[in-house]
């Protein structure tokens, strides 16, 4: 149950911190991936400030044996780059660039969408969850 | 450059990275977006429970920023509903096959300096700027 609550509070924070750092607005995304354009370079800040505090965080994380909750961390045990990460995150890279949505963006703006009836954010999100079904049924 | 939000960016990053050091050093987990969204879908049902709270969080984040700020936070969609659609599969698709997006390879798979995540990183930040570019050309 503590983890349940756990999960519950860290994930408000980071739906928070999306909405707070403008990272739901596909525009802005964009404006970032848009080199040639004119370049908004907000996104480097928030992936910079989470940085500044999961970097540190998980150095001084790591010393434990466990986490406080629970039995184990689990961390990715996979270490070498394959053909499946390349194409992978090749394929994400399109989807990221041609909509300016990456997955937690997307979960949190069916919030305002919902208020104010954006419907290619419900499009999105259940097509992405489609793509995830055809992952889990084909891989 | 009119549309630079360094520091709304600096304090929402920093509260992803909050939520991300809370989750590992609690729950022993990664806030990854897709991990945690494709997850669910995912038949093992130990990992499911505290999966569907991360992802509750992730919209009650978005309803505390609103209720806080009196107002949705901007959602500018450019591209057409088909569009929005095939995006959508492809980072859906992507983010599982290539095991990670913005959040999971992005914030914490470097921050403990993970070799996969670093190169998934650029990949999909390449693949992304490089379709904003020619999609600028041709749509």
Redesign the interface.
Known sequence: M???????????????????????????V??F???????????A???????????P??RL??R?R???????????V????DA?????????????????????P????????L??G????F??????????????RT? | MEDFTPLSGLVGGLLIGLSTALLMLLNGRIAGISGIVGGLLDRKASEVGWRAMFAAGLLLGAVAYMLATGGAFPVAIEASLPVMVAAGLLVGLGTRLGSGCTSGHGVSGIARLSGRSIVATLVFMGTAILTVLVSGQVL
């Open positions: 503590p983890r349940l609550i756990v999960a519950l509070f860290s994930g408000a924070l980071f739906g928070l911190g999306l909405a707070v750092s403008g990272m739901a607005n596909p525009q802005k964009i404006g991936l848009d080199v040639a354009g004119e370049w908004d370079p907000t996104l800040f928030v992936m910079g400030g989470a940085l500044l505090v999961a970097g965080a998980f994380i790591f434990r466990r986490p406080v909750l629970s039995g184990d961390f689990e961390l990715p996979k270490t070498k780059v499946r990460l390349i194409w992978g995150s090749a394929l994400f890279g399109v989807g990221w660039g041609l909509s300016g949505f990456c997955p937690g997307a979960v949190v703006a069916l919030v305002p969408a208020a104010t954006i419907v290619p954010v499009a999105f999100v259940i097509a992405m969850v489609a793509g995830m079904a055809i992952y889990e891989f």
